[in-house]
């Protein structure tokens, strides 16, 4: 609406009672707006007289019943208020354009409108006041002699919009040079559909310039960033390398670090940008693999003969995670000198409704589970069923067992069992086949079909595929008990084992070389989907290295996450060199999918901040960046929507962070421990690393007599091959 319009001209059939036709007298329409779609009605007014909650009701029934709305919606301001508002404005300095101090006037008169987001504006708004940064621009002369035309192209990052305007000649020659990319313009103007009709584009009345205002880190001691992406970073990132370290530069960052995973393409880049400005950090994330954990297959320090009795079993969950979901059903069978012997089955009632997509992979219902015992009582039983002195076995025990321990931990029992994992066991064993899920291993063996995601079923062909591969240790390996299997498997195949990521920090010219040989190695010799390092090279080539633990994919998160005992974390952690706790946004995934909530995500990162008290190592937030701002966080959805992920809109906040809104992420961790992994130990890594040139100086590329001549001569060949001899003259051109 352009104009204030008195209220009973706009709404003069109302029926009202009189006492409320007295309060509206004077009344005017500020604006009004009607949602088709939704048949609803948004309302601001400016009254003389104040207005109670029952009169609002009042007029609220009759406008809807007038006009046949849904929903009416008021924004009522008094008279005497306003004006009180308008005498304030008045006397204030005016307000600055776009967020910045204005700058010079290009067109038209300054412009005090603040603006809108760009993601809002249609035709419908007529009149529109837009800020943003320039990306394109061009003035340039049309056909028709005299008429110049001024297209420029902006963006405020929630959407963008072209701003259109014919001009003479003289209009043109004022603005020659004075509008070029990457400034920031505020522009007032009409909404106007483009010449085909197909967009909208802004004619301008006004043309400001603002001065667009950075983010600035003005903590007194500032962070360090850890664990950083570039766009070398195997299509995951969008940082530029020479941008955010100029942005480092700037907020007085004292270094930084480049991790991408498992290369070093951005190492010279960033040397280049960094000068004797700021410390470099060289690293990467790496794929670790381990493939020397003397407990990879066999879990625990008990040993038994393979006549001892197993107990081969399997659980159905309402889902992935132990600590919140719980289990429907558990399936066993014991295993005794190469038979199965025994069974045990039952439903266990989750006290949740299963969800329908658990239901089609496993065919258990909310019927099937009602009246079934609950999870104390049923995991009693089933320990009772195993007795005290035997060592169950799962296929990804790591899963099951979890559930268990789970249920233990909340119902004061203890979990005392030795386990063995037959996924290990057949990713070392059987090298030829195509994949160790359960269907896959028993199809392998020449077993009969059985009905998968049933718990019953699964523990029955689990002691099938035990008893067979006991049969095989003993046949080709000459193994006798259990304490042998780990060191006869010795870790197997790093191609086919799961890899976890890992931070590793370059700390002097040995450790370059080394970190060099391992992304070397990685990708000539244990290449599988990605460039893996197993711990056994690490191991050897770890001096002049720092390595760190990593995000939510690292080898101890997912060990808390799967509620590993804190005797087996503290294994794990002291592998590293310190330990990585990153912001909850970065991991608000897993709250959306059902794995935890908003609170146990802070309970992990709790877990990692004791762990390191514990062992005496520091612990350090990083961002785990992949964009420079939060406004990259468009363009990575782009990217990740390319590689198929459902979720790329689901942006998390992988941006460089300063050094208090870092500070903020972690506030939960209490004041003095958010400043110890924020700033202090994040400064005390940086400290421990030397500055290091990623290219010695002497070091060129290899020279070879005649390459360039030999290289012109296939080139020139080939092409006229293709094209013919003489070549087109584009072609040779």
């Not at 381990?290 to 040993?303: C, E, K, P, T, Y």
């Not at 069923?385 to 076995?393: N, P």
């Not at 996924?423 to 030829?432: E, G, N, Q």
């Not at 197997?492 to 799961?498: A, F, I, M, R, V």
């Given at each position: 609406m352009s104009r204030e319009i008195p209220f009973f001209e706009l709404f003069a059939q109302l029926q009202l009672s009189p006492e409320l036709r007295l309060k509206l007298l004077g009344a005017v329409i500020a604006s009004a707006c009607i949602h088709q779609d939704t048949l609803s009605m948004e309302l601001a007014m400016i009254v003389k007289h104040p207005l109670e909650p029952s009169d609002l009701d009042e007029l609220n029934s009759a406008i809807r019943n007038g006009y046949g709305l849904n929903e009416v919606r008021f924004r009522v301001t008094l008279k005497e208020e306003q004006l009180s508002s308008q005498r304030k404005a008045a006397a204030a300095p005016s307000a600055p354009s776009g967020g910045g101090p204005s700058g010079p006037v290009l067109m038209g008169n300054p412009i005090k409108v603040k603006p809108v987001e760009m993601k809002t504006l249609d035709l419908k708004?007529?009149?529109?006041?837009?800020?943003?940064?320039?990306?394109?621009?061009?003035?340039?002369?049309?056909?028709?002699?005299?008429?110049?035309?001024?297209?420029?192209?902006?963006?405020?990052?929630?959407s963008s919009v072209a701003v259109h305007k014919n001009l003479t000649?003289?209009?043109?020659?004022?603005?020659?040079?004075?509008?070029?990319?990457?400034?920031?313009?505020?522009?007032?103007?009409?909404?106007?559909?483009?010449?085909?009709?197909?967009?909208?584009?802004?004619?301008?009345?006004h043309i400001n310039v603002i001065q667009h205002e950075e983010r600035q880190d003005t903590a007194p001691v500032k962070r360090v960033e850890l664990h950083l992406h570039t766009k070398m970073s195997n299509m995951d990132a969008l940082t530029d390398t020479k941008e955010v370290i100029k942005e480092a530069i700037r907020w007085g960052?004292?270094?930084?670090?480049?991790?991408?995973?498992?290369?070093?393409?951005?190492?010279?880049?960033?040397?280049?940008?960094?000068?004797?400005?700021?410390?470099?950090?060289?690293?990467?994330?790496?794929?670790?693999?381990?493939?020397?954990?003397?407990?990879?297959?066999?879990?625990?320090?008990?040993?038994?003969?393979?006549?001892?009795?197993f107990v081969a079993f399997d659980l159905e969950t309402t889902g992935l995670s132990s600590g919140k979901e719980r289990i429907t059903e558990i399936g066993a069978v014991r295993v005794h000198n190469g038979e199965i012997t025994e069974s045990f089955n039952t439903f266990v009632d989750p006290e949740k409704p299963i969800p329908a997509k658990i239901t089609e992979l496993t065919g258990i219902t909310d019927?099937?589970?009602?009246?079934?015992?609950?999870?104390?009582?049923?995991?009693?039983?089933?320990?009772?069923?195993?007795?005290?002195?035997?060592?169950?076995?799962?296929?990804?025990?790591?899963?099951?067992?979890?559930?268990?321990?789970?249920?233990?931990?909340?119902?004061?029992?203890?979990?005392?069992?030795?386990?063995?994992?037959?996924?290990?066991?057949?990713?070392?064993?059987?090298?030829?086949?195509?994949?160790c899920k359960l269907d896959t291993v028993a199809k392998y063996l020449k077993l009969k079909p059985f009905n998968h995601h049933r718990a019953c079923d699964d523990a029955a062909v689990l002691g099938e595929i035990f008893i067979n591969l006991i049969q095989r240790l003993v046949d080709d390996f000459k193994l006798?008990?259990?304490?042998?299997?780990?060191?006869?498997?010795?870790?197997?195949?790093?191609?086919?084992?799961?890899?976890?990521?890992?931070?590793?920090?370059?700390?002097?010219?040995?450790?370059?070389k080394n970190l060099y040989k391992l992304i070397s190695f990685g990708h000539l010799n244990y290449f599988y989907k990605r460039p893996r390092t197993p711990k056994s090279v690490l191991n050897r080539y770890r001096e002049g290295l720092i390595i760190g633990s990593a995000c939510e994919a690292g080898e101890l998160f997912r060990a808390i996450t799967?509620?590993?005992?804190?005797?087996?974390?503290?294994?794990?952690?002291?592998?590293?060199?310190?330990?990585?706790?990153?912001?909850?946004?970065?991991?608000?995934?897993?709250?959306?999918?059902?794995?935890?909530?908003?609170?146990?995500?802070?309970?992990?990162?709790?877990?990692?901040?004791?762990?390191?008290?514990?062992?005496?190592?520091?612990?350090?937030?990083?961002?785990?960046?992949?964009?420079?701002?939060?406004?990259?966080?468009?363009?990575?959805?782009?990217?990740?929507?390319?590689?198929?992920?459902?979720?790329?809109?689901?942006?998390?906040?992988?941006?460089?962070?300063?050094?208090?809104?870092?500070?903020?992420?972690?506030?939960?961790?209490?004041?003095?421990?958010?400043?110890?992994?924020?700033?202090?130990?994040?400064?005390?890594?940086?400290?421990?690393?030397?500055?290091?040139?990623?290219?010695?100086?002497?070091?060129?590329?290899?020279f070879i007599d005649g390459a360039e001549e030999q290289l012109n001569s296939i080139t020139w060949a080939r092409t006229k091959e293709k094209y013919g001899d003489p070549l087109p003259e584009i072609v040779e051109k």
């Open positions: 708004m007529g009149n529109a006041t837009v800020s943003g940064k320039v990306f394109s621009v061009e003035c340039v002369e049309t056909r028709r002699p005299g008429m110049w035309r001024l297209h420029v192209e902006m963006t405020d990052y929630t000649e003289k209009e043109a020659k004022g603005l020659d040079g004075k509008i070029n990319p990457g400034m920031w313009l505020c522009v007032q103007g009409k909404m106007e559909p483009t010449w085909d009709g197909k967009d909208i584009q802004l004619n301008p009345y960052h004292p270094a930084i670090a480049i991790t991408d995973h498992g290369v070093a393409q951005s190492f010279p880049d960033a040397w280049h940008a960094a000068g004797d400005k700021i410390k470099i950090l060289y690293g990467v994330e790496g794929y670790f693999v381990n493939n020397l954990d003397d407990r990879i297959a066999v879990h625990g320090d008990r040993d038994f003969d393979f006549d001892h009795e019927e099937m589970v009602a009246g079934a015992p609950k999870e104390e009582e049923a995991v009693r039983k089933f320990f009772e069923f195993c007795g005290e002195d035997v060592i169950l076995v799962a296929h990804n025990a790591n899963f099951d067992t979890s559930f268990l321990r789970a249920v233990c931990s909340r119902h004061d029992m203890t979990f005392p069992y030795v386990y063995i994992d037959t996924v290990a066991m057949c990713r070392s064993m059987l090298t030829d086949i195509k994949n006798t008990d259990v304490k042998q299997i780990n060191t006869a498997l010795a870790g197997g195949d790093p191609k086919k084992l799961p890899t976890y990521h890992q931070i590793i920090l370059v700390k002097n010219l040995v450790g370059l799967r509620g590993e005992p804190w005797e087996k974390l503290l294994e794990i952690a002291s592998y590293y060199d310190y330990l990585e706790i990153q912001p909850l946004g970065n991991n608000m995934f897993m709250v959306r999918n059902g794995s935890c909530d908003i609170e146990q995500l802070k309970e992990y990162n709790r877990t990692i901040v004791k762990l390191g008290e514990k062992l005496k190592k520091p612990v350090v937030a990083t961002g785990d960046v992949h964009f420079k701002d939060p406004k990259d966080a468009a363009g990575r959805a782009i990217l990740m929507a390319g590689q198929g992920f459902t979720d790329a809109d689901e942006q998390a906040p992988l941006y460089m962070r300063t050094t208090d809104e870092m500070l903020k992420e972690f506030d939960y961790l209490g004041k003095e421990k958010a400043y110890e992994v924020v700033v202090t130990n994040t400064n005390k890594i940086a400290d421990m690393i030397e500055e290091i040139r990623p290219i010695p100086e002497g070091v060129f590329p290899p």
